[in-house]
């Protein structure tokens, strides 16, 4: 059970998360910015290929990836890399989640597109959960990846 400092504390930290969106196509973007961003959080950035992703990770706690990418399907290798050396909680958003059904290392789960403003909002909540040590029900749309369940 959390105690009430315990509570603060995560709701603290919470707050400073940041949130980096990997997506090229700009109005989804700026659509899971604003969503984000109406929770108090902040967007680390905006990628829409590799190279800028990966210039951007040590800014971001968080990343929601889009699987295919103006630089084509670099989406599950960008993750897995935000996840594993940068330490970023990562979720992807695909039109074609059954792409990566079979998860990808060290990452958090998958949301179909498109994706309503409040699944985005209850993902933030759970990555948030899972990245700090607290607790939230797994948002319905979200397919958590196998042993990445905390």
Known sequence: MLTNVS??????????????????EFLIAL???DTIEHMGLKV???ASARKQAIAL??????AFVDVNLSD???????GRELAEQYGLT???MTANPDDIANGV??????????????VVEQTVDYALANRLGGMAI???DLKVFQGNRH
């Not at 509570?7 to 090229?24: C, F, G, H, P, Y």
């Not at 084509?72 to 960008?78: A, D, N, S, Y």
């Not at 290392?105 to 409040?118: H, Q, R, S």
């Open 44 to 46: 680390a950035g905006f």
């Open 57 to 62: 990770a040590p800014l971001a706690d968080i």
């Open 138 to 140: 797994v948002p319905r």
């Open 72 to 78: 084509g399907r670099t989406g599950p290798e960008i």
């Open 31 to 33: 659509d899971v910015a």
């Open 90 to 92: 990562v979720v992807f």
């Open 105 to 118: 290392d060290g990452t958090l789960g998958v949301l179909t597109k498109p994706v309503l403003p409040e």
């Open 7 to 24: 509570r603060r504390r995560l709701a603290s930290e919470a707050m400073n998360q940041r949130v980096l969106i990997i997506e090229d």
